[in-house]
């Protein structure tokens, strides 16, 4: 692309073209001036009409599932853990003492009563999605999952339990609109349960949080 002369350099080449060696201070005095005068001239600066462009910020959706307390996992990870510590500690004390068939029996035996152990406490691991149609309870075993329309609750409160030990238990307790029951663990931290119950006051008409202010409060 062609570059067009500026200003300056047009009158620098007028100049030069007035050049006379019999006058060379004369000329060196003209070329200094026209230098001295560019300088003092306000440099243009172009203001651009464009609107700016208001950056687009990232939409925060609202939390829609909610997770048992992490301390509830921890102890949960510790109690289904410890069986196979006892067995593994059996074994390397007394290892000598077993035949490898009977090793390879003893690990599967424990295998299996592990796999049914850690199933049933796993069952009362639930956390709690809010979609735009249901109440999914989604426990510990991924492929056991219950939803519930909306539309079929009728109430929704926590009910707490105390065994005969002194264990405080919760269960969150779901009605649908002909009296059916159906009962989750309910181990939420306070924060979870707060913003879960903020939620559900907008999605059913009854709900009772009971005295519940959170997992270990």
């Not at 300056?8 to 006058?23: G, P, S, V």
């Not at 301390?71 to 410890?82: E, M, P, R, T």
């Not at 559900?200 to 709900?207: E, Q, T």
């Amino acid at each position: 692309m062609k570059k067009h002369p500026t200003t300056l350099e047009q009158e620098a080449k007028t100049l030069w073209a007035t050049f006379d060696e019999q006058n060379v201070e004369k000329f060196w005095k003209k070329y200094d001036n026209l230098l001295d005068q560019h300088k003092q001239k306000p440099q243009e600066v172009k203001i651009s009409s464009t609107t700016p462009v208001t950056p687009t910020l990232p939409q925060i959706n609202p939390k829609t599932v909610f997770h048992p307390d992490a301390l509830y996992i921890f102890g949960k990870l510790c109690v289904v853990s410890f069986p196979l510590l006892i067995v593994v500690a059996g074994l390397h004390e007394s290892i000598d003492s077993f035949s490898v068939s009977q090793i390879t029996a003893i690990l599967l035996l424990s295998a299996i009563g592990w796999v049914i152990f850690a199933f049933f406490s796993a069952a009362n691991v639930c956390s709690f999605e809010l979609t735009k149609d249901h109440l999914v309870i989604r426990n510990a075993l991924f492929f056991v999952n219950k939803k519930v329309l909306w539309r079929r609750i009728e109430s929704i409160h926590i009910q707490q339990t105390n065994d005969p030990e002194g264990k405080t238990s919760h269960e969150l307790v779901v009605t649908d609109l002909i009296g059916f029951k159906q009962r989750f663990a309910y181990t939420l931290s306070a924060k979870n349960h707060q913003q879960l119950y903020q939620v559900l006051s907008k999605k059913v008409s009854r709900i009772d949080a009971g005295n519940y202010k959170g997992y270990l409060a």
